[in-house]
């Protein structure tokens, strides 16, 4: 079912569910709240989302075919009866069964995230969004069928959690308060903050008891890091004079354990170039000489003044 953004905000969906929880990597609370209340432009997706959107009817025919069930579009929204903002878009319905299925698609590099098949171990966010769905009276289970870099579909049983379905229905509720009240939600990062006050005021104010103890704890956090920063580079140091010119550590059963290799960096050398070659350097003056350009239609003489440095790791 395709969601317009005055349907997505005119109520709190699955997707939404982790993001107010705090456990979404993409988006915060606080940016929720001013997509619903109009207040800044509501993501219009990107290359994953449509990858996931192409491949949900290719993920709900495999997993038919995994179980030998039948499954069904469910093109409707549902309401939770006692909080009408409380909406469900699922992605499919199992015929013959109280049970929907969400289907996910998860680049390669993901596969840690992923338990076993035929566990309920997903990622938090998606594990989250199942079970708001499962407070709706409708369904009494799920399976969650994921194609992880494009050719590994584990399919994935999930339960009711009554517990966590209580604490997603009260912050859910709370979310929604909020945000009708015309208020945002505490910021939970540093760039919430940032993009809330993005000005300042000649006004001082003074710290609190609650303050004055996280600017202690700060400051002690900062001392730690300084220290641990200076022991990781002191143990770097002793490993790389250890190794000397050599590419590449190993423990005695063949392990890598470091690298220190020479890899291109984005310099260039631009006088030894210019001394070297100076009717090529006049040629991708445009009007300054063109670093790209060169790169790009010559690249052997490019490499050849290519800055580079070890990295080690």
Request: aromatic fraction near 10%.
């Amino acid at each position: 079912m395709i969601q317009t953004p005055e349907l997505r905000n005119s109520g709190i969906g699955g997707s939404d569910a982790g993001i107010i929880l705090g456990i979404s990597k993409y988006k915060t609370p606080l940016r929720l709240a001013e997509e619903k209340l109009g207040l800044v432009e509501s993501f219009k997706g990107n290359r994953f989302t449509e990858a996931g959107n192409r491949l949900e009817d290719v993920i709900a025919r495999w997993y038919a075919d995994e179980t030998e069930s039948k499954v069904a579009k469910a093109n409707q929204t549902f309401r939770l009866k006692e909080h009408d903002f409380i909406m469900a878009h699922i992605d499919r319905r199992v015929l013959n069964e109280r049970k929907l299925l969400e289907c996910k698609s998860a680049d390669k590099w993901t596969i840690s995230s992923w338990g076993d098949p035929g566990s309920d171990e997903v990622p938090d966010t998606y594990f989250v969004q199942v079970q708001h769905y499962l407070m709706f009276p409708n369904w009494d289970s799920a399976d969650l069928a994921a194609l992880i870099g494009g050719n590994d579909l584990r399919i994935y049983g999930i339960d009711p959690d009554t517990e966590l379905q209580d604490m997603i229905l009260q912050a859910e509720i709370n979310f929604w308060e909020t945000i009708k009240r015309g208020d945002l939600p505490d910021p939970i990062n540093m760039e919430d903050a940032k993009s809330l006050w993005m000005s300042n005021t000649d006004d001082l104010v003074y710290a609190d008891d609650d303050v004055l103890e996280w600017h202690a704890e700060l400051k002690k956090a900062q001392v730690s890091e300084k220290e641990l920063a200076a022991k990781i580079e002191d143990l770097k140091t002793k490993i790389m004079v250890f190794m000397k010119d050599a590419s590449e550590l190993r423990d005695i059963n063949g392990k890598k354990l470091h690298s220190w290799k020479e890899q291109a960096t984005s310099g260039f050398r631009y006088k030894e170039f210019k001394d070297a070659h100076p009717a090529v350097f006049e040629e991708y003056m445009r009007p300054q000489f063109d670093k790209n350009l060169l790169k790009a239609k010559r690249p052997d003489i490019y490499k050849e003044f290519q800055t580079r440095t070890r990295v080690f790791r």
